[in-house]
């Protein structure tokens, strides 16, 4: 049913069934109804009238609500799927060209070390698209899956405190924060030489703060390349989410990670 048609219904039939009522009154029922009695059952009438009514139209929109929320949930994650490819496509495309230029040169130590690095950008694709958004559960049990994996990929340990409550995201919330965690971790596997790391989250409906941190050899902020750390990415899928992005030294060491944002009343 589109929403004109309900528009139109909530208009009309009202009128029609009240007015219809009111008509037939006047018009047959006056000799056998005091004027009391039938303004008492025109009340009752146009009660249940609305109470049924209203209860039919919000059955509708709820259904409608649901089937959008279905549909851009979907959206989202065949937008975060183009911007893996595209990221893909553009990563062999370079490693292939230096590839190229570095076989013509016969530097075959550069050619060894591209060729690995389209290794890494295809494993890191296929590890990253393993699971499909859409047939997990809550962000949580998503989450907490796919830093198993890569615990085990990796040989990293990390510790674990991630439990968001119901409906503090929109879907599209998670999928940026998801792909944050995701390339936080990617860069712990490939710079930071670590042993260990932690991610915890902590939130209520006013405030949340998502923290990630390595006990690796520590991020140089001063010759920090964001477009080689994919930092740029981050704090712009922060931004997406109106939430402050940081990244430091940790205190203990490693490279720690904090994205902040405190809820508009």
Avoid: C
Wanted: aromatic share 10%; no cysteine; charged share 25%.
């Amino acid at each position: 049913m589109s929403y004109r048609l309900i528009q139109m219904l909530t208009v009309v039939l009202p009128t029609i069934l009240i007015g219809g009522f009111e008509f037939f009154r006047h018009g047959f029922l006056l000799g056998h109804l005091s004027m009391e009695t039938g303004n008492v059952l025109i009340t009752i009438l146009t009660f249940i009238l609305s109470l049924l009514f209203s209860s039919w139209i919000f059955h509708i929109i709820k259904i409608k609500n649901d089937q959008l929320a279905e549909e851009q949930a979907k959206r989202a994650v065949y937008e975060e799927r183009e911007r893996l490819a595209r990221e893909l496509h553009d990563g062999i495309a370079q490693s292939l060209f230096f590839l190229n230029v570095k076989l013509k040169q016969g530097d075959l130590a550069a050619a060894s070390s591209a060729v690995s690095t389209i290794d890494h950008h295809v494993r890191q694709a296929i590890f990253n698209l393993r699971s499909a958004p859409e047939e997990d559960g809550s962000l949580n049990s998503r989450v907490t899956k796919w830093i198993s994996e890569w615990s085990s990929f990796t040989g990293i340990d990390v510790e674990m405190d991630f439990q968001t409550q119901n409906d503090l995201f929109t879907v599209k919330e998670e999928v940026q924060i998801f792909a944050i965690i995701q390339e936080a971790f990617a860069n712990i596997r490939k710079h930071s030489g670590s042993t260990q790391a932690q991610i915890d989250f902590k939130g209520t409906q006013d405030q949340w703060q998502l923290r990630i941190w390595d006990n690796g050899r520590g991020i140089d902020i001063h010759s920090l390349s964001e477009r080689k750390y994919g930092i740029s990415m981050m704090r712009e899928r922060a931004r997406q989410v109106n939430a402050e992005f940081q990244i430091h030294k940790g205190v203990l060491g490693g490279t720690e990670i904090i994205l902040t944002k405190e809820m508009q009343k």
